[in-house]
């Protein structure tokens, strides 16, 4: 016997439940509430969510049971094969749902199944749901790229195990871990498999059961579920309720409704007004129509109003329910307007359209993403309700009727009337004419002094035309020549800066040349003192007659002069050396200024053969230099060629060689 006055089960009333809906997931719901109040899980995925229903059932399971878990939702919310492309209506839809009712535990990640898998640990997930694309490899995938995320003891569901059309494959799969693992399947509502994880895990509730080796056990579970299933189902069709999918559409001028182009929430109708929202996100060009559609047949309602709000609330338009279709542009249902409760509409097919022409001053609104509000209400009596409807409107009609034959007799009176009046003025209108006829002809008169006039204006007109044609061209004329003396006078100035430069180089040269002059006065100066330090030198030779050892010293301390001689000879000819270059660079700068000169003024001339002098006199130095410097290197030698001379082997000195 199955202790099911411990299961939840018995008194669990899901909030967002689709009476036989997307998937048939609905028959499964009473479960999903004793598998977590079972369980308890700490953490909780589902892979594929779609609009919720399954994903949101788990999520109440755990709010009303109390423990704690945190839930996570992982979907695309893009479609694929076998669901069809979805809008960002339906993720607009289930986010809107969650953050109002289970933000505290539950996130939705808007991701690949296999990138979310990366931010889960391993052995992390107790309890897990796939419920993805349907194909035997993707199945396979999921469960095997999963697998290690799961904790000892963990559960995982699978739906759709009883569906073998198409390319489905759940259910050959299913068979494999069937051979793998304890397992147990529900047959009802396209099928949904159980898998036990081996590991430890608390045996109690409806774990308790699903498992064991006992053959009578799973025939009685599945038929305790469906009943609780038949029970919701028969509760939700007592009290009158319907689930309506609303479906929000938009277009541009030249493009077509589209399904990747809709918003939709779906709603309770009942006895009570209900507000139905959707969410239009914001969207790039204008929008020139919307459509609402209503997917549920054999449905009626009231619409008491519809508007439409931005998104800080702010009203855009709004209209009454008998205002909104009183127009012709819907389809798929009937309507009846004019009653005291709004406009009655019955959706007589699968879906009801209504087509909303945007207004050009909201485009620019809707663009940024806006609400649409319809307060509805659902009809206890339709048929009673439509009865009365179309007894008003056979009352409104007559009544229309007679007030347009009351109008019509008095019309008749009234134009008997004007026909008489139409006589008295034909004979008054004969008398108009022949005065018309009259003042005509004296208007022929005016009109040919008129034209003679006309004439004479359009002869001035042109002549003053030709003279403002004249004054541009002169205007043109002298706005050319102001612009050619500008032209003149920036030409003029830039000659004056080049004089200044050329004579600001000419003085930097002149400058350097004087440089030059006292370089060379310093060069002789120290000739004159390495010719005194010479003369030093011949009288230490002449000591060395005294002692060879003192010969020795002496020639120690004359190479050490010779070294410093020629040491400072060097520094002398590569100051000559820069000398030359500066000159050469002051040669090159001149011409550069010469050539510069000579385009501007015959002063550069004078300038030129200045120039040249010192260039003469630099040379001259130069060669001066020269001179110096052999004359000092022959003298610098000259000891040393007497000390040779002097220390050859059997030579005696003489006087000359002293």
Known sequence: MIPVLDFPSLTFRPHRYQYRGVGDWSGHIP???????????????????????????????????????????????????????YSEGVFADVERYNKSRYDAFSSLLRMPFDEAAHRFPDESIELLHIDGYHTYDVVRHDFETWLPKLKPGGIVVLHDTAIRHADFGVWRYWAELRERYQTFEFTNA??????????????????????????????????????????????????????????????????????????????????????????????????????????????VLRVFKVALLDGSGSLIWSSSGDEFFEHDRYWGMQTITGGPLGALVVVNKQEGSVLIRVDQSWRTKLENGAVMEMEVQGVEAPVRELSEALARTERMAYDEARLWKEAFERTELLVNDRTAEARQLSGALEATEQLALERLEKLEVYDRALTRAQKLVEQAEQTAQELAAALARVEQLALERMEQLEVYDKALTHAQKLVAQRDQSVQELAAALGRAEQLALQSQEQLRERDEALLQARKLVEQKEQSIQQLSESLDRAEQLIVKYEAEAHRLEAALTRACQQERQLRDELNQTIEARERNSREIAGLSSLLKEREAALWQLQSQLEATVASLSWRLTSPLRAIGRFIQPGRVPTTRDE
Request: charged share 25%.
């Open 31 to 85: 479960f999903a509430c004793d598998l977590i109040a079972a369980l308890e899980p700490a953490v909780f995925v589902e892979l594929g969510t779609y609009l919720g229903e399954s994903y949101f059932a788990f999520c109440q399971a755990i709010q009303e049971h109390g423990s704690p878990c945190s839930a996570f939702a992982v979907d695309t919310w893009r479609g694929d094969q076998h669901t069809g492309d």
């Open 190 to 299: 396209c099928g949904l498999g159980v898998v036990s994880i081996p590991g430890p895990r608390p045996e109690r509730g409806i774990l308790e059961l699903l498992f064991q080796k006992n053959d009578s056990l799973p025939p009685r579970i599945r038929a305790y579920y469906e009943i609780c299933t038949a029970r919701l189902e028969h509760e939700k069709e007592k009290s009158n309720e319907r689930d309506v999918l609303t479906k929000l559409y938009w277009r541009g001028a030249e493009e077509e409704f589209s399904e990747l182009k809709n918003a939709q929430n779906t709603f309770t109708l009942c006895a009570d007004r209900t507000t139905v929202r959707l969410n239009l996100p914001p969207v790039s060009g204008a929008i020139d129509e919307l459509r609402l559609d209503i997917v549920q047949e054999a449905t």
